[in-house]
């Protein structure tokens, strides 16, 4: 748990400047610093049977914005900053001319007085294709003080006084989600992005997000039964404890996804990174079997020393060139595992750990020839190795063999099994001397000789095979 904890936070921590600067990118749709300022001001207080809210917008940049409203708004009233009345419609959205500097927006939302519990989202005026860096929000209570009032926001300051509770609460971005129920909750910080809030404790030994140095999002968990489950961008309301372990690891996948640069048909293949930092299997089904073919082939440490490499190279995007580059480093074989199952849509190939060797025989480079690693042990492609010993060959349909003929000399390979014919005599080995790796049959090194009676000479650089 400790040792997933610290790559997702070196994860994360690597990654963070270059989320934002494309985050930042995607923003800057007029000129360089036209939102960089862009702030809004929010007060909500509550009147007979609705909340008022009044909200500010500042530093807008002067143009034509398209104006949404919240869906059960009512008594909306528009003015600017020169007190000169808006132009407001009917519909919930509608479009306005902003002259540079704010806008000011007052209206009511409904709200019974019985409710155990009330959710607000999506609950301010928006200005469409308008970023707003920060919002603050100042919630004035006289009517449901015996409960708690919880927000995805920071709060930055409460006070109970004679006849209202005061809050202030403060969210990088759009308005924050607010929630209020009737029974008390506690609040746990799990670290400086995480806080659970529950009517019991929280065991903090859970977690799996430690990002305290990371300056993404914050997120808010509640465990309530008093209304139903929500899951929101960053705040999430779930009616059991045991949903926690899962919302900390769909919080932390959800960093990851943002911070990764894949091409978009590849973005799937982060669902493997993902697996390595939690131990498990997570994302698309062929993700998840793609993690557990690394798993199989791959010692713990050669697994985290790849997965070291992948996070603290993400300055440039990755791809499945690159993943199998770095899983060369990691392995000193050759790789094509990411690049041959780029695509969701295909088959899983298998993992191979391929010797960077070439092989040789009777003197002459054989390409096809491939050497892969599986147990401890070597193999070779058995059929390109029998083509090249001048054998003709046929596979076997009905016993998922191979047969080999060369003059008078006439074999029957069968895969995983310890047996082999010879001239239509049946001779048994102590081993399987023929294995099906993926689609294709190999040949344990050590019965090259023994099987086809040919001399293997393992060098540094080369295998040569001579008859």
């Known amino acids: 748990m400790k040792k997933t904890s610290f790559f997702l936070f070196i994860f994360l921590l ?69 007190d000169q009345v808006c132009d407001l419609k009917e519909a919930k959205r509608f479009t306005l001319n902003i002259e540079e500097g ?40 006289s009517r449901w003080r015996k409960g708690s009032w919880v927000s995805d926001g920071n709060l930055l300051g409460m006070k109970k006084m004679a006849l209202l509770d005061y809050y202030v609460f403060e969210k990088t971005g759009d308005a924050p989600v607010l929630f209020w129920q009737q029974e008390a909750l506690n609040k746990t910080k799990v670290n400086d992005r995480l806080t659970v809030f529950a009517n019991a404790d929280v065991d903090k030994a859970i977690n799996l997000i430690d990002v305290k140095k990371n300056k993404g999002k914050n997120y808010s968990v509640v465990i309530t039964s008093l209304h139903e489950e929500v899951d929101e961008d960053t705040f999430m309301l779930v009616n059991s404890k045991n949903k926690l372990n899962t919302i900390y690891e769909k919080i932390a996948i959800t960093e990851i996804e943002n911070s990764l640069i894949f091409p978009d048909r590849e ?16 994302g698309e089904q062929k993700a998840k079997n793609m993690y557990l073919e690394l798993t199989n082939k791959l010692s713990a440490a ?61 003197g002459i480079k054989t390409e096809e020839a491939l050497i892969v690693h599986e147990d401890g042990k070597s193999f070779l ?73 040919a001399q293997v000479i393992d060098d540094e650089n080369e295998i040569k095979i001579n008859q």
């Open 14 to 82: 690597c990654l963070t400047s270059s989320l934002l600067f494309y985050q930042w990118k995607g923003y800057s749709s007029q000129t360089e610093d036209s939102f960089q300022n862009t702030k809004q001001k929010v007060s909500i207080s509550q009147v007979a049977n609705a909340f008022r809210v009044e909200q500010t917008i500042s530093d807008i940049p002067a143009g034509k914005y398209a104006i949404s409203l919240p869906k059960k708004a009512k008594e909306i009233t528009c003015y600017f900053a020169d």
């Open 102 to 141: 704010k806008v000011h927006f007052t209206y009511l939302l409904p709200a019974q007085s019985n409710l155990k519990s009330i959710l607000l989202r999506n609950w301010t005026v928006h200005i469409e294709d308008l970023p707003i860096v920060s919002t603050r929000v100042q919630l004035s209570d």
């Open 381 to 453: 492609a058995l059929e390109p190795l029998l083509k090249s010993l001048q054998y003709k060959t046929q596979v076997i349909s009905n016993q998922n063999g191979l047969k080999a003929e060369k003059g008078l000399i006439k074999y029957r390979f069968y895969p995983n099994k310890r047996i082999f014919e010879l001239n239509g005599q049946q001779y048994g080995m102590q081993q399987a001397p023929i294995v099906r790796i993926g689609k294709d049959l190999y040949i344990d090194i050590i019965f090259i000789n023994i099987l086809l009676n």
């Open 302 to 362: 050669q697994l985290d020393d790849w997965l070291n490499k992948i996070i603290l190279s993400q300055e440039e995007p990755l791809e499945s060139i690159k993943m199998d580059e770095v899983l060369e480093e990691t392995t000193g074989f050759k790789s094509h595992f990411f690049a041959l199952n780029a695509d969701i849509g295909t088959p899983l190939e298998p993992f191979l750990l391929v010797d960077p060797r070439y092989v040789y025989v009777d």
């Open 267 to 282: 973005k799937w293949l982060i669902g493997i990174i993902s697996s390595a930092i939690f131990k498990k299997p997570v």
